[in-house]
C-alpha cells in the first residue's frame, strides 16, 4: 500500500455533496495533537472500516462524529448541512450512534431499561412495564438474544451479553450513521454472525455505518472502504476489494508483524495448578483441570458458558459451592479462599473488565504499574517514587505503552494501552499462574504482537498460563491445550495439532444443546 497524498485524503466534492455525513480537517488537541487533518466521507449504505493502532485516533474521532468530544480544528456535515453536536443526545437526536468499546450501560437498571433509557413508556408519571418489557423484548429479538430476560439487572449480565445489549439499544428505527467501535471484542463467532447480519439489514435500509476494528478478517467479511489512521494522520484510504491482511497490517503499525499459527507444542513441565470437582451453581460444573509450566493452556466456549465464573473460581475471587483449587510447592500443597491469598501463592488474574476490576483509572500509569509490588518501590514504609518512576518507564518502554509520561492518568490512555498497563503491572509481579480473561480485548494487531511475545517469555520461563479468548483464532494461535467450556462444564480438551475452528466450535455447541434438549 502506498500513503494517502493530502489531496486524495479528501473526497471528491461531488462525492462530498452526496456523502451523509462528511469531514474536513479535523483536528483534536489534549495535551498534544491527537489527530490532524481528518478528512472522509460516508456514503448511504456503507461499511466504511477505521483501523488503526492503539493509540491512533479512532475512538477520538468517532467521539467527535457522535457528540462526546468537539473538535480543536475543523468542520463535520450530515446531509449537506452544518453537523456540530454538542453532546451524544444532540447526535442521537439527529440519528447517529455510537456503541462504545467501553460499555455506557447503567448496571444497577434492568436490561429494559438500558434499552429504552430517555424514552421509557410512561402515563401520568409512572412507568407501563408490561409495554416497557414488550418493547425491549422485541428490541433484544431483532439481536436474536431472545433468551435474555429485560427484567434482569445489566449487572447480572457477563460482559459479553452487556456489549450485545448495548448494540441493541442502538438498533433503532431512526438510525442513519451508526458508529460501532470494537463491537465484536467480547462475542463469539456466533454472535458476530448475529452482529453481522443484523449489519446486512441496516445497510438494506440505508443506514450507514463506520466500524471501528483491530479484528481484519472481520472488516474485510463487511467493509465497502477502508480508512487506515496512524499517530493521529490519515494514511490510507482504499476500497476494501483486493486489500491484503499483510499489507493493511504494515500500514496501521509501521512494520511486519510476525505470524504464530505455525508453531510447535511447547514442552509442559509439572503441573502448578490443580481444580477437582470445581462447581458454583450452573454457571461451573465439576471441572477438573491441570496447568503446567511452560504451557499456555487456552479456554474457548459461548457467552455464558462459564469461561469468566472459572477463573474467578480459580483466584478465590467467587466462593466455590464444591471442589477445590491448589498449587504444589515446595513439597506441599497452597489452597486459598480469597484473591490476596492466591496472590501470596503466586497466582494473578488478568480480568476480561480492566475498567471497573483492572485499574485505578484516575491514578498515574505509575502508580497503576508499581502497584504489584509495593515492597520493591518503598523504603521503611515509605514509598519511593523515583523508583516507582524508573520500572514505568522501564515496562512502559517493554511493552510501547503509548503515554506522555509515566505520571499520565490511565484513564485518559486508550483502551489497548490501559490492557498493557494492567499487563505491566502483573509481569512486574512475576506471578507462577498467570489467569488472563480476554486479555487483547481491544487491542490492535502491533499491540497484540507486543503482549504474545511477553506470553512466549513467560511460558518460556516455565509459567503457567491459563487464557480465555473469544477469538478462536488467537487461541488457536497462541495455545499448546485449548479446553472448551459448555453449559459450566470443561466438555473436551484438545491438544495442539489436534483441533480445527469447526471441532472447536462444535464441542462448544454441545452442552448448550444438551442444555436446550433438557
Not at 428490541?139 to 452487556?162: E, K, Y
Request: glycine share 10%.
Amino acid at each position: 500500500m502506498k500513503p494517502v497524498p493530502a489531496s486524495a485524503s479528501a473526497p471528491p466534492s461531488d462525492a462530498a455533496s452526496r456523502a451523509v455525513l462528511s469531514l474536513q480537517g479535523i483536528g483534536k488537541d489534549y495535551a498534544e495533537p491527537v489527530l490532524e487533518g481528518i478528512s472522509l466521507s460516508l456514503q448511504r449504505g456503507e461499511v466504511l472500516a477505521l483501523t488503526g493502532e492503539n493509540g491512533a485516533g479512532k475512538s477520538t474521532l468517532a467521539k467527535i462524529v457522535c457528540g462526546l468530544a468537539r473538535p480543536t480544528r475543523g468542520s463535520l456535515q450530515l446531509d449537506g448541512r452544518a453537523y456540530a453536536p454538542a453532546a451524544r443526545r444532540d447526535a442521537e437526536r439527529l440519528g447517529v450512534r455510537l456503541v462504545m468499546q467501553e460499555l455506557g450501560l447503567v448496571p444497577t437498571l434492568s436490561v429494559a431499561e438500558n434499552l429504552l433509557l430517555g424514552r421509557l413508556p410512561h402515563r401520568a408519571g409512572w412507568v407501563r412495564r408490561g409495554e416497557l418489557h414488550a418493547l425491549a423484548q422485541r428490541q433484544l429479538q431483532r439481536i436474536g438474544l431472545d433468551d435474555i430476560d429485560p427484567t434482569t439487572p445489566v449487572a447480572r449480565l457477563g460482559i459479553g451479553h452487556q456489549q450485545m445489549v448495548e448494540i441493541a439499544r442502538n438498533l433503532q428505527d431512526d438510525t442513519r450513521v451508526l458508529v460501532l467501535d470494537e463491537p465484536t471484542a467480547m462475542l463469539t463467532p456466533r454472535e458476530t454472525d448475529r452482529l453481522f447480519e443484523q449489519i446486512a439489514r441496516l445497510r438494506a435500509a440505508g443506514v450507514s455505518l463506520v466500524y471501528v476494528s483491530h479484528r481484519l478478517e472481520e472488516l474485510q467479511r463487511i467493509a465497502q472502504r477502508v480508512a487506515v489512521l496512524r499517530d493521529g494522520r490519515l494514511v490510507d484510504l482504499r476500497p476494501m476489494v483486493g486489500v491484503e491482511e499483510a499489507e493493511l497490517v504494515q500500514r496501521m503499525v509501521g512494520r511486519a508483524v510476525r505470524s504464530e499459527e505455525q508453531r510447535p507444542r511447547r514442552e509442559a513441565g509439572p503441573v502448578r495448578l490443580r481444580a477437582r470437582a470445581l462447581s458454583r451453581g450452573r454457571a461451573v460444573r465439576e471441572v477438573d483441570l491441570d496447568l503446567h509450566a511452560g504451557e499456555i493452556f487456552g479456554i474457548a466456549g459461548l457467552i455464558g458458558s462459564g469461561r469468566t465464573e472459572l477463573l474467578r473460581l480459580l483466584f478465590g475471587a467467587d466462593r466455590a459451592d464444591a471442589g477445590e483449587v491448589w498449587r504444589e510447592s515446595g513439597g506441599r500443597r497452597q489452597h486459598w479462599r480469597t484473591p490476596e491469598q492466591a496472590v501470596r501463592a503466586g497466582v494473578g488474574l488478568i480480568t476480561e473488565d480492566r475498567k471497573s476490576q483492572g485499574l485505578l483509572l484516575p491514578q498515574s500509569v505509575r502508580v497503576n504499574i508499581s502497584l504489584s509490588r509495593l515492597e520493591v518501590v518503598s523504603r521503611a514504609g515509605w514509598l519511593q517514587r523515583e523508583r516507582e518512576r524508573e520500572l514505568a518507564r522501564e515496562w512502559a518502554a517493554r511493552l510501547r505503552i503509548r503515554c506522555h509520561s509515566e505520571e499520565q492518568p490511565v484513564g485518559s490512555l486508550s483502551g489497548g494501552n490501559q490492557q498493557k498497563v494492567v499487563f505491566a503491572r502483573w509481569m512486574l509481579r512475576d506471578c507462577e499462574v498467570l489467569l488472563l480473561d480476554e486479555p487483547t480485548r481491544g487491542v490492535d494487531v502491533g499491540a497484540r504482537a507486543d503482549l504474545y511475545q511477553e506470553l512466549d517469555r513467560m511460558a518460556a520461563a516455565g509459567k503457567a498460563l491459563l487464557m480465555v479468548s473469544s477469538d478462536l483464532r488467537e487461541l488457536m494461535a497462541m495455545c499448546d491445550r485449548i479446553g472448551v467450556m459448555s453449559a459450566g462444564r470443561l466438555v473436551d480438551i484438545f491438544e495442539r495439532g489436534q483441533w480445527s475452528e469447526q471441532s472447536l466450535l462444535a464441542a462448544a455447541f454441545r452442552g448448550h444443546n444438551e442444555r436446550l434438549r433438557a
